[in-house]
Nanobody, 130 residues
């Protein structure tokens, strides 16, 4: 079974940094897209960043480009998200997710992107104070 366990959330002041980690099991990184999503109160879940399993390409949501960095360690089956220059608008529950990858690459940047991803971990709360 695919399992995803996220950790590393917390409370931080605006301008600060946090690093999220996700331990994955039950699948091969080369065959899956893996990524981070977030959901703020009253808002739709949105994509933050993802990595293509087949070629390592990285994709980011427009609101986090230049501030967040996604990385993975296949040997350790972990996914990380380094979040710098945090803003109050980054406050959300962050989820680690995985999806079997087809020949077109990760499902990203399309309408209702989260709907197309198959596997989800429990979220971790990130709160950025102003």
């Amino acid at each position: 079974d695919v399992q995803l366990q996220a950790s590393g959330g917390g409370l931080v002041q605006a301008g600060g940094s946090l690093r999220l980690s996700c331990v994955a099991s039950g699948f091969t990184f080369d065959e899956y897209s893996i990524g981070w999503f977030r959901q703020a109160p009253g808002k739709e879940r949105e994509g933050v960043a993802c990595i293509s399993g087949s070629d390592g390409r990285k994709f980011y949501g427009d609101s986090v480009k230049g501030r967040f960095t996604i990385s993975s360690d296949k040997a350790k089956s972990t996914l990380s998200l380094q979040m710098d220059s945090l803003k109050p608008d980054d406050t959300a529950v962050y989820y680690c997710a995985a999806d079997p990858q087809g020949p077109m690459g990760p499902v990203w940047g399309v309408e209702e992107t989260p709907h197309w991803w198959d596997y989800w971990g429990h979220g971790t709360q990130v709160t950025v104070s102003s």
